[in-house]
């Protein structure tokens, strides 16, 4: 069965916020976030069913060696990707990359965050 990979918006934005936070450490670190999160992503449009449904109907998936899991839902034939960057033990756990008032992370990454990069943006069709 074909499934049909739709990420929301919220999604791409936490995504790149995360790789630019990991491409000022190191680009290579930021180059390995982007794969880790590509395998991910192809995983779940391949077996989205194989993953238990943990809340109401989303189900996660934890990218490997980042600690961060991919929220997702299965819609008829479509895998919905609703959150790309959620802390995996929780958020009060301490991932070392938030500042503590958001909104200084955020704009601080917005002057960073590389146009062309996105792979959220290539599944999604977005240009």
């Not at 109907?57 to 600690?67: I, M």
């Amino acid at each position: 069965m074909s499934f049909t990979l739709v990420i929301k918006p919220e999604a791409i934005k936490e995504t790149a916020e995360i790789y630019a936070y990991y491409k000022e450490i190191d680009q290579r670190l930021a180059d390995r976030f982007e794969r880790g999160l590509d395998t991910v992503y192809r995983e779940i449009q391949r077996r989205p069913e194989r993953y238990a449904i943990r809340k109401k109907n989303y189900r996660h998936l934890q990218l490997k060696k980042f600690p961060y899991r991919v929220v997702y839902a299965l819609i008829g034939q479509e895998v919905v990707v609703f959150k790309s960057g959620i802390p995996a033990a929780g958020p009060a756990r301490n991932t070392g990359h938030r500042d503590s008032d958001r909104s200084t992370l955020i704009g601080r990454l917005k002057g960073s965050m590389p146009q062309q990069w996105c792979p959220a943006k290539a599944w999604a069709g977005i240009s």
